[in-house]
């Protein structure tokens, strides 16, 4: 099975929801990543703060679960949108 690479993967995941967090994102890409050693919280919250950075998504607010984690819910913008319809192939696109 082909796979993206995890930032591409996050950003077209992001294209397909109104916003997410990073539980959210590896919750919904663990089925593809789970078994990989960068599948780490650490890591997808920078890959969701770098696309940020690299003005693709949007910080949308942040708040505390119910175990005090900080939860940071991003959505992407047009810039986004434009990114995965230019540079991710139709078959990877949900």
Do not use: W
């Not at 708040?63 to 540079?87: F, H, M, T």
């Amino acid at each position: 099975m082909k796979l993206l690479p995890a930032r591409t993967a996050v950003l077209n995941y992001m294209n397909t929801v109104e916003e997410a967090d990073v539980f959210q994102v590896m919750s919904a890409l663990k089925s593809q990543f789970g078994n990989e050693k960068q599948f780490r919280e650490d890591l997808f919250l920078e890959h969701l703060m770098s696309l940020e950075c690299n003005g693709y998504l949007v910080q949308t607010g942040y708040d505390l679960d119910e175990n005090g984690n900080l939860r940071i819910r991003y959505q992407i913008n047009d810039d986004g949108r434009y990114a995965v319809e230019k540079y991710i192939a139709k078959e990877f696109r949900s």
